[in-house]
């Protein structure tokens, strides 16, 4: 499983987007709320990587991100093809988000690896593990979003993406935190939060 560093949100964004979850699983259709894990929480991957290193945490206090970043969520989106797709809200980019995320994944460099292929930020061997994350992950190549619901089959989707439909202003949501999730520990960490808002 993949490592990843989060952007996580502030309790009332968190609230707005919990319901969303509540209103998928009240309707029976596939929900993120169905993993009642801790560590479960609506939030937007910034960097994922096979492997990122604690230290990872200081060199990212070190770097301008720069707490709170307001943003909006749109509209759904859907990620895969077949029967395992995964439905998200779109957290629609400003100039303010993508710097952040650039500096966060700037900061990774020497702290995180992936095995080597074409998916490793400036290397192609296949076999060993190398610097970088995901491809996914760089400037340029993410799509900020809060996954809403994950295995959903193609006949759900219409279903899935109604309950999910926002007025077409979306919903104003404020980041607060980031975190670092271990997916072989499962623990989360976090890294650094606006005025110490956010929980672990």
């Known amino acids: 499983m993949a490592h990843s560093v989060e952007f996580l949100f502030d309790d009332e964004s968190e609230r707005r987007l919990r319901s969303l979850w509540d209103a998928l699983l009240a309707s029976n259709l596939p929900s993120a709320g169905t993993n009642s894990s801790a560590t479960n929480r609506p939030h937007v991957t910034i960097a ?70 074409s998916s490793a930020v400036g290397h192609s061997s296949v076999g060993s593990d190398e610097p970088g994350v995901f491809e996914h992950s760089l400037p340029g190549s993410w799509t900020p979003h809060v996954t809403m619901a994950r295995r959903v089959h193609s006949e759900q989707l219409g279903d899935v993406v109604n309950t999910l439909s926002r007025p077409t202003e979306g919903l104003p949501a404020t980041i607060t935190a980031i975190r670092r999730w271990d997916s072989d520990l499962r623990t989360t960490t976090i890294v650094t939060s606006h005025e110490g808002s956010s929980r672990a």
Not at 83 to 111: N, Q, S
Request: aromatic content about 2%.
């Open 48 to 117: 994922a990587a096979q492997r990122i290193t604690s230290a990872a945490d200081t060199a990212i206090r070190h770097v301008d991100v720069r707490l709170p970043i307001r943003v909006t969520v749109g509209s759904p989106i859907v990620f895969g093809h077949g029967d395992r797709l995964v439905v998200a809200l779109l957290v629609i980019p400003t100039t303010h988000l993508l710097a952040a995320h650039a500096a966060v994944v700037d900061a990774l460099v020497g702290h995180s690896s992936v095995v080597g292929h």
